[in-house]
T-cell receptor
Framework: DTEVTQTPKHLVMGMTNKKSLKCEQHMGHRAMYWYKQKAKKPPELMFVYSYEKLSINESVPSRFSPECPNSSLLNLHLHALQPEDSALYLC???????????FGSGTQLSVL | AQSVTQLGSHVSVSEGALVLLRCNYSSSVPPYLFWYVQYPNQGLQLLLKYTTGATLVKGINGFEAEFKKSETSFHLTKPSAHMSDAAEYFCAVRGQGGKLIFGQGTELSVKP
């Protein structure tokens, strides 16, 4: 299994809602990542987990809250988002930090 | 600090023609370099990577890239373009803490 599975594929939420994005991999990878990607732009790193510990937070606003419950799962909790947070959110994993990342297909998020 | 510059935000080739996508990097340490491809509405997929050793790297789908230290380049090539190669291509360098630093991307169009 070489897949990173993200759910949901699409999400529409209001600015007062609370929602969560989920990511799962069963490749035994110990590094997991959240990226944000705007249309026609490269992915921007948000968070990195290494061995289930948060190792990088790219000064992301607190309305985004990551969680790594175990080595296979990565969540991104969303609360009080702004319309400018609308984007494609990509999860990735790798065996070695920063090498050969496997990406999921992403969650297309729209904030109204 | 590491950085990547992709020359040309859009490249158009005819089917069967040579594909050349340009990438120049800046790194204070020996670089780890990557090319990723992103098809519409999908996540990124690793095409190839250079870490150490042979400077000509072969990847999937007939793509290859050559690491040239003297030119600080890592250009991506494919001898004969196929319609299915139309996508967004990102060059990336591994940064501190395992961060992947992406270039701005090059959109490849293939004309019949």
């Amino acid at each position: 299994d070489t897949e990173v599975t993200q759910t949901p594929k699409h999400l529409v939420m209001g600015m007062t809602n609370k929602k969560s994005l989920k990511c799962e991999q069963h490749m035994g990878h110990r590094a997991m990542y959240w990226y944000k990607q705007k249309a026609k732009k490269p992915p921007e790193l948000m968070f990195v987990y290494s061995y289930e510990k948060l190792s990088i937070n790219e000064s992301v606003p607190s309305r985004f809250s990551p969680e790594c419950p175990n080595s296979s799962l990565l969540n991104l909790h969303l609360h009080a988002l702004q319309p400018e947070d609308s984007a494609l959110y990509l999860c990735a994993s790798s065996q070695i930090l920063g090498e050969k990342l496997f990406f999921g297909s992403g969650t297309q998020l729209s904030v109204l | 600090a590491q950085s990547v510059t992709q020359l040309g935000s859009h490249v158009s080739v005819s089917e069967g023609a040579l594909v050349l996508l340009r990438c120049n990097y800046s790194s204070s340490v020996p670089p780890y370099l990557f090319w990723y491809v992103q098809y519409p509405n999908q996540g990124l997929q690793l095409l190839l990577k250079y870490t150490t050793g042979a400077t000509l790297v072969k990847g999937i789908n007939g793509f290859e890239a050559e690491f040239k230290k003297s030119e600080t380049s890592f250009h991506l090539t494919k001898p004969s373009a196929h319609m299915s190669d139309a996508a967004e291509y990102f060059c990336a360098v591994r940064g501190q803490g395992g961060k992947l630093i992406f270039g701005q991307g090059t959109e490849l169009s293939v004309k019949p």
